[in-house]
Every structure is written in C-alpha cells, then in structure tokens.
C-alpha cells in the first residue's frame, strides 16, 4: 500500500506529462534527437570490387602480468627506473649505500670531541605519553635531526650553527653520542656533533661515502661502548690516536691495541738497531732504507748489491722474541750471506772483465772455468752451512 506522499507523487508525474503531450514537447525532442545525431557516410564500393570482411577487434588486457611483460618495482628508486648500472646509481643515489666506498677514519681531535655525561639518562620516557607512544605534535613539536621525528619533548640547540642540524631529542643525543639532553641545555657553548665532526645520522654519513649504521645502538652496548660514535671513532682509529684512546676504550679492546703497541714498538726497536748509527725509539723501514742508501759502499760492493740477498726469518720481521732453533737459523742465514755475497763479488769481477779477479778465484781469470769454480763454490758453502761437509 502506497503512502499519502507516493500517491501526490505520482498525480504530479502524470500531470506534468500531460502538459507535456499537450505542448508536443515529446515530438520536438525527438527531431531535435534526429537532427543532431551524427551520420556515417560510406562510399559506395567500386564496380566488380568486393569489400573486404571486416576484421573482429580481440579483447586486449591490460595487465603485465598476464601479457609476460617484467612487473612494475614502484618501491625502486627513480634512477634505477631510469636503467642506470648499480655503480651508476649508486654515484647519484646515496640511499642506496650498503657498504663504505671512503676509508672511515678518525683521528685524536675527534677522541677530544667525544661526548660524555654526569647523570644517566633515562629513554622513552621524555616526549612519550601514559601508553609508551610519542607524541606527535606538527605545531608545537620540534623534528630531530637524527631520527628526523616531529615529537614533544626536550630538545638540543648548537651555539655554533644555531640551526635545524643542532637539535636532537633527548633519546638520539645518549644513544648516539652518550650524552644527557640536560647537561647539554644548561651549557651555554655546547656545540653539535655535526660541528664537532662526529655526526652519525644517515644523511651526514651517506654524504661521505660511508654507509649508515642502522640500529647499532645495542651491539656497541653489548661490546661496552658508551654510544653508537664511541663505537665507529674507537674501531676506526688512525694509527697515531691509538695510545691517547687507549683510557676511552673497553678493557677488551685496550688490552688488544695495547699489546698490538708493544709488538710494533719491539719491532721497531730491532729494525733500527743497525750499524748505520745508534738505535731510535721506533724507526720505520723507509728510514732505515734511506739510511743504507747514504751509506758509502766499499769498492766491489756495487756487483754484490745487484744479487738478491735471502730473506729474513718471518719471526724477526714480525718483532718475535728469537727462540733457539730461531738463533741458530739466523746465524746460518748470516753465515749464508756472508759467503753468497763473496762469492758473487768474485764473480761479477770476473764477468765484467776487471784485472786479478780470477787470481782471487785461484784460477787463470778466464770467464768460464771462474763462473764454473763460483758454482762449485755456492755448493760447498751451501754444504759448509748445513753441517754436511
């Protein structure tokens, strides 16, 4: 049963159609229909001509997936849409870095621009709400530099840069570089980690060539390190800034670079020691070379020099203390090289014609029979030195 409101509505419709047949506005729709409607003209096909059957258009999908055409990554970056190689792409993108492709190191200003702190901080719990959310505010928030969060909560500000690059929030600033939000508000001259060289968030690493560290935050606890830039400065030292770290460092960490120190220091210590002039607290080889080379040679010493001398026991070049097996092959080496060289000199004399030096050979100075006798002579000392003859 229609309601009193459907009944009025449809007395209306069929009035309004009435005035309307009335009026004769059906018919005028009509042509007006007809006259606008656009028209297909077809030219009338030639004399004795067939025209050829029209061709039914197959369905065609869209889908890549279904055609076999390699699926759309809408996740990859625009240059690697572009089809750039990965050595390309990672020149241009530095989201893209997974490993170093610059050296990583620091040196004793950066052991001096460590933070610290006097009082522990406590995390997730400035900026955070009842349920253990932070809290998000796009008005009254300031964005960390480091986790690039818009929060409520404390911030840091730079005395330096006094810019968007000096403020962390409280959790970032001890995670990352041990220190307290606190302290660092109540100094009026702190300066920030990117001031001070030390900056460890992905952009600042990424523009360097170094990759980012991720969450490394827990590990360089486990390890006993105070913060994430502890850990990267006191694992990547420069050869010189590895005494003054030595109090910064875990115990297991000092206790290997310390007795890493020592071995090259006793290292050092034998190779300078050498009859070119007293011995130095640590000279390196390039030193001891120059000095071997400004020192005057002997007449013959020429032709002796261009024979390859034997090697050193790898105990000795690694600064081991020499056992006694270790004492007696040294010794036999020296004696070694003793005879090998006075018997090349022999022979380089004679090779190069120079007068009396087959006499030396005990010989008649000609150039076979002494290059024989140097042969003969390498033999018999070889023997003389292992204790055969």
């Known amino acids: 049963m229609l309601s009193e409101y459907e009944l009025q509505r449809q007395a209306r419709i069929a009035a309004n159609k009435a005035r309307m047949d009335v009026l004769g506005l059906k018919e005028a ?62 020149k241009h993108d530095r989201r893209l870095l ?27 719990e400035d900026g955070y709400d009842k349920s253990g959310n932070r809290i998000y505010d796009k008005v009254s928030g300031q964005t960390c530099h480091q986790c690039r969060q818009k929060t409520l909560g404390l911030r840091t500000h730079c005395s330096e840069c006094q810019s968007l690059h000096g403020v962390f929030c409280g959790d970032c600033l001890f995670m990352r570089y041990g220190e ?9 001259e702190w300066k920030c980690p990117g001031c001070r060289d030390l900056c460890n968030c992905s952009f600042h690493r990424s523009r360097r060539g170094w990759a980012p560290t991720g969450t490394l935050y827990r590990r360089a606890v486990a390890e006993g390190f105070v913060s994430v830039a502890h850990y990267l400065v006191l694992n990547n030292l420069a050869p010189e800034a590895r005494s003054a770290a030595l109090p910064l460092m875990p115990k297991e960490l000092a206790d290997a670079t310390r007795a890493e120190l020592e ?27 120059d000095r071997a080379a400004q020192r005057p040679q002997a007449p013959g010493e020429e032709e002796a020099s261009a024979s390859p001398s ?3 026991p790898s105990g000795e070049e690694a600064g081991e203390a020499p056992t006694g097996r270790r004492r007696g092959a040294r010794r036999q080496s020296t004696l070694r090289s003793d005879v090998l060289g006075a018997v090349v000199k022999t022979g380089g004399m004679i090779a190069a014609g120079k007068p009396g030096a087959g006499k030396r050979a005990g010989g008649t100075g000609k150039a076979a029979p002494a290059v024989e006798r140097v042969g003969r002579g390498l033999r018999t000392s070889s023997r003389l030195v292992a204790g055969r003859a």
């Open 263 to 289: 071995r090259e220091a006793a290292g050092c210590d034998r190779r300078s020691a050498s009859p070119a002039g007293p011995a130095t607290p640590c000279a390196s080889g390039e030193a001891a070379q």
């Open 29 to 90: 729709t009509s042509q007006v229909q007809m006259l606008t409607a656009p028209r297909r003209i077809r030219a009338p096909p030639a004399a004795g001509c067939k025209a050829a059957p029209r061709e039914r258009p197959q369905s065609s999908r869209r889908s890549a997936r279904v055609a076999g055409n390699p699926a759309v990554v809408y996740n990859e970056s625009d240059l690697a849409r572009a089809g750039l190689a990965e050595e390309e792409r990672t």
């Open 310 to 312: 034997p090697a050193r």
């Open 98 to 124: 997974k490993e170093n492709i610059r050296e990583e190191v620091y040196g004793v200003q950066h052991l001096s621009a460590l933070g610290s702190h006097t009082k522990e901080w406590t995390l997730f």
């Open 180 to 188: 307290n939000v606190e302290e660092a508000l109540q100094d009026s």
